[in-house]
T-cell receptor
Framework: KAGVTQTPRYLIKTRGQQVTLSCSPI?????VSWYQQTPGQGLQFLFE???????NKGNFPGRFSGRQFSNSRSEMNVSTLELGDSALYLC?????????????FGEGSRLTVL | DQQVKQNSPSLSVQEGRISILNCDYT??????FLWYKKYPAEGPTFLIS?????DKNEDGRFTVFLNKSAKHLSLHIVPSQPGDSAVYFC??????????FGAGTRLTVKP
């Protein structure tokens, strides 16, 4: 059974640009969550999608957005990139939309903003 | 608003000894707690969880203890092995809300 796949794994952008990250969940998983990991801050929750609907959203500015497709694949977009957006972006999927369910994480997309 | 806190950024123990990783939370609504382990260049993987109706859950060498009155949980690893060296994240959730993670503790187990 394939795991959670995130693309691209690494990318470098400059301030002001925008970026789109992709996440393919484990087959059959309908819930996809996105997290930002920075040193000292742990995993900061961005948003969660279930059946193409955003269910929860963290405390991030509107520059961060996402969507989920009918096949459960998800994308997140960051517009007008800032230096502070440099981080590892992790996607996690779970079988159902429950907070007692185990999350399965991808390897992440490491974004560097210059 | 850091609702889940791991105040020790790092911990070093000798192989065979006990590793104790601590986690505090501020939101009394949390009713489910999890620990994840993360190796470099990999995503976090689920390790063990505990519901708020319990105060202890054990899985092999790993035991999680929950003290609701103190809003504190801990992960015990006995005996510690070099392969346990990783970053450990504590996480908490309630109802249908997002899972909140701590900043992580880097565990190093020395041979």
């Amino acid at each position: 059974k394939a795991g959670v796949t995130q693309t691209p794994r690494y990318l470098i952008k400059t301030r002001g640009q925008q970026v789109t990250l992709s996440c393919s969940p484990i087959s059959g998983h309908r819930s996809v969550s996105w997290y930002q990991q920075t040193p000292g801050q742990g995993l900061q929750f961005l948003f969660e999608y279930f059946s193409e609907t955003q269910r929860n959203k963290g405390n991030f500015p509107g520059r961060f957005s996402g969507r989920q497709f009918s096949n459960s694949r998800s994308e997140m977009n960051v517009s007008t990139l800032e230096l502070g957006d440099s981080a590892l972006y992790l996607c996690a999927s779970s079988l159902v939309q429950t907070r007692t369910g185990e999350l399965f994480f991808g390897e992440g997309s490491r974004l560097t903003v210059l | 608003d850091q609702q889940v806190k791991q105040n020790s950024p790092s911990l070093s123990v000798q192989e065979g000894r006990i590793s104790i990783l601590n986690c505090d939370y501020t939101n009394s609504m949390f009713d489910y707690f999890l620990w994840y382990k993360k190796y470099p260049a990999e995503g976090p993987t689920f390790l063990i969880s505990i519901s708020s109706i319990k105060d202890k859950n054990e899985d092999g060498r790993f035991t999680v203890f929950l003290n609701k009155s103190a809003k504190h949980l801990s992960l015990h690893i006995v005996p510690s092995q070099p392969g346990d060296s990783a970053v450990y994240f504590c996480a908490a959730s309630y109802n249908n809300n997002d899972m909140r993670f701590g900043a992580g503790t880097r565990l190093t187990v020395k041979p």
